[in-house]
């Protein structure tokens, strides 16, 4: 299985209200396609 390493990063005009909604569309995406494990750290 191919592995993925993907950063949400905070910059002008992406705050974390954006950043965290991004990353629940990562992991609902990461459900979505049955892949392994999420690592998450902010």
């Known amino acids: 299985?191919?592995?993925y390493n993907i950063a949400v990063?905070?910059?002008d005009g992406i705050?974390?209200?954006?950043?965290g909604e991004a990353v629940?569309?990562?992991e609902a995406s990461?459900?979505?396609?049955?892949?392994g494990t999420i690592l998450?750290?902010?």
């Open 1 to 3: 299985m191919t592995s």
């Open 9 to 11: 990063m905070l910059g």
């Open 15 to 19: 705050g974390p209200e954006v950043a």
């Open 24 to 26: 629940r569309v990562i």
């Open 30 to 35: 990461a459900r979505l396609c049955r892949t």
């Open 40 to 42: 998450r750290s902010m």
